[in-house]
């Protein structure tokens, strides 16, 4: 009982948007395909190895630059709160490069690196890195004084108290930015995608498609878009969040 209560906002939000799609359909049928038009493309593509190169090719990207740029930003993020000075510099820098759309460093990207995998996977780096070293830097912000203090009366180093105290005290901290990362590095793929630093990937196929009016296998590049990312952080990184901080849900976690 309680799971058809989970999981009925999520299929009647579903239901309203492909009802949108459907209503567009009736008013112009040239810009919006029907339902079963696009249903029968993506059924189609899901036998398709070409369809299955272009997702692998956009997780892979996104596989690589999203778990670098949140282990190097949470690193970054508690040494801050050892340092204050250090602290203090990292949190004026953020504030400079975070106002800068990371979508605007491609093309900068693409005269270093040239065409391919790597200004992609930069942009996931620079999208991720800024909301997880905030989240972790006020993380460390809220260490309880009192366990610092007890700590550095034991004798704690710098490494232990970085270990014993701060980390497990950030851990929220890391789980909600590692969260909120994840949103940023997965829309900057696809718009990097688009801007056409590669000839594959989730966002090529949204431009290619638009370039030719192939507008069912539009509407389906969409889908797709959404569906993995509602798959990748409501289903995967949510769980993992409820699993691993458990004990601060009523409920052990569980969706209520």
Known sequence: MRSIRNVWPFLAAVASLLALLQLGNWLNPIIFPSLPAVFDRLVGSLNDEKFWQTVGA???????????????????????????????????????????????????????????????????????????????????????????????VLGANKGQLLRKVYLPETFPAFITGAQVAFGNAWRSLVAGEMVGSTMVGLGFSITFTANVADMSGLIMYIIVIGTFATLLDQVLLERLKRRLLRWRYVGGGEER
């Open 58 to 152: 956009s997780l892979y990207r996104l596989f690589v630059g999203y778990p670098i740029a949140c282990i190097v930003a949470g690193f970054l993020g508690l040494v801050a709160g050892l340092y204050r000075g250090f602290a203090l510099y990292l949190r004026r820098l953020i504030a400079i490069l975070q106002s800068i759309p990371p979508i605007t460093w491609l093309p900068f990207l693409m005269i270093i690196f040239g065409f391919g995998d790597v200004p992609i996977i930069l942009i996931v780096m620079i999208a991720s890195f800024f909301p997880m070293a905030i989240s972790v830097m006020n993380g460390t912000e809220g260490v309880i004084r009192t366990h610092l203090e007890v700590a550095k």
